[in-house]
């Protein structure tokens, strides 16, 4: 099993920043693709941003410019720097690793979800 665990939301004003991390722990082989997401109340989860093993990144046009993916692949760890926030990107925020088993399989885990709230 593979467990995620992320931290760092919390409430912020307008134009701040917030920085997210998110670690994997337990039975990985190796992680492909790591990624954030968010989920407003109503709406389908949003692929805010991901990364692969290699370092390729992938943005969704909301948060170009001011969002950062990153990663530390020794310790299985992803990233997210936050900054200008605005009022619409209040949402819970969630971690998602692309896991590989030996045989090449692919299993994704998800984090337990941390909430941002931008106000004022």
């Known amino acids: 099993q593979v467990q995620l665990v992320e931290s760092g939301g919390g409430l912020v004003q307008p134009g701040g920043s917030l920085r997210l991390s998110c670690a994997a722990s337990?039975?990985?082989?190796?992680?492909?693709?790591m990624a954030w997401y968010r989920q407003t109340t109503g709406k389908q989860r949003e692929l805010l941003a991901d990364q692969t093993s290699g370092g390729r990144t992938n943005y969704a046009d909301s948060v170009k410019g001011r969002f950062t993916i990153s990663r530390d692949n020794a310790k299985n760890t992803v990233y997210l720097q936050m900054n200008n926030l605005k009022p619409e990107d209040t949402a819970v925020y969630y971690c998602n690793a692309a896991v590989l088993t030996p045989v090449a399989s692919r299993y994704d885990y998800w984090g337990q979800g941390t909430q941002v709230t931008v106000s004022s």
């Open positions: 337990g039975s990985i082989f190796r992680i492909s693709t």
